[in-house]
């Protein structure tokens, strides 16, 4: 059996992802697993964040689509009995049972299900299900990937033995069991700049110790030689980041809110008198 594994760090946001589903599916009748895709759908989408701010400023591109679930919501919510499992993993939404409810869409805690309003049916990707079935060694968003972003991979080679990043599914809590696969997704981080203001320099080599203040989970990092910093792959919560060296005075900030990337400015340490 085999699934899509995505790696957003590699995303160039080049869109041929989308545009060849786009190709595949637009004006083509692909029934009974799909039916022409409506206007304003996008089967796999790159979402793209802002997080942080200015210079400290970070852009997070991330592919999503149907994640197949193995205890697909959609399925279960569906009162006329339109969308199946294969065996295979794949979801599929019947476009001739579908009557257009709606239910699998407001089931579906991932929002990769659309309502096309000419057909009267709801509509999602089928992971290019005829495309393999003739033969295809891979779904066209994953061929048409330059980066290798987007893979076709063995369900069995999906182990941290094997993978060169944590392995991730997106919206663990919704206990759908998602069949995607993810590595590298963007986490929160913690920016700024440290620097003496009554001697107008720039500090270098200042520790800095972010905790968290209920978790107790700590990051620990330096400055750079031009004072400034960036803690990366933080996880989100109420955090409190703490300035120490020599010769200067220590600070700390307190109640830092770290849900997405968080630029903390410029932040002064007084020389210690001597």
Known sequence: MKTILVDPSRCLQCCNCQNSCKDEYCDNDWSPLAAKQGPGQFWIKVHETQSGTGSRMRLDRVPILCQHCEKPACMNACPNKAIHQRDDGIVIIDPAKCKGC????????????????????????????????????????????????????????????????????????????????????????????????????????????LEGQATGIAYCAQSSMLGEFRIEGVQPGIYALTFSKDGYDTKTISRLDVRDGLNVGDVGLIKTPT
């Open 102 to 209: 709606g239910s699998c869409k407001a089931a579906c805690g991932y929002g990769v299900i659309y309502f096309n309003d000419e057909a009267g049916i709801s509509q999602k990707c089928t992971m290019c299900a005829h495309l393999l079935d003739a033969g295809w060694e891979k779904p066209r968003c994953v061929n048409a990937c330059p980066v290798d972003a987007i893979s076709y991979v063995d369900v069995g080679e999906l182990t941290d033995v094997d993978m060169y990043a944590p392995l991730e599914r997106m919206y663990p809590e919704l206990e759908t069991k998602p069949r995607v696969a993810y590595v590298n997704l963007p986490m929160p981080f913690v920016a700024g700049a440290v620097y003496s203001p009554n001697e107008d320099l720039c500090l270098e080599k200042v520790d800095l110790h």
